[in-house]
């Protein structure tokens, strides 16, 4: 039974910080490329930031400088770090495992947590 939950969403002011945490169960965790993906309302789901089984990082325009993605295997879980965060920044955060090697390609995802930048 594969399992990504997701933890650490809440309410925050613009500016603040917040650190969201995925804890994954019933993969080979350090095999996986993790990502953080959002979806605000009436808009697609998009790409956040990626962390390959390397530790090698990629993190969309509109959030770098201001959000890290890290990864510990020895506890199976991938957290996304945010500071400074922006009204527009407000949606549900998913956490995501991808598997492409050799065999069956294979992909997960979180339930989902919100995030909510507000005065």
């Known amino acids: 039974q594969v399992q990504l939950v997701e933890s650490g969403g809440g309410l925050v002011q613009p500016g603040g910080s917040l650190r969201l945490s995925c804890a994954a169960s019933g993969i080979s965790f350090r095999f996986y490329t993790m990502g953080w993906y959002r979806q605000a309302p009436g808009k697609q789901r998009e790409l956040v930031a990626g962390?390959?089984?390397?530790?090698?990082?990629n993190i969309a325009d509109s959030v770098k400088g201001r959000f890290t993605i890290s990864r510990d295997n020895a506890k199976n879980t991938v957290y996304l770090q945010m500071n400074s965060l922006k009204p527009e920044d407000t949606a549900v955060y998913y956490c995501n495992a991808d598997r492409a090697d050799r065999g069956p390609h294979r992909n997960y995802w979180g339930q989902g947590t919100q995030v909510t930048v507000s005065s």
């Open positions: 962390i390959t089984s390397a530790g090698s990082t």
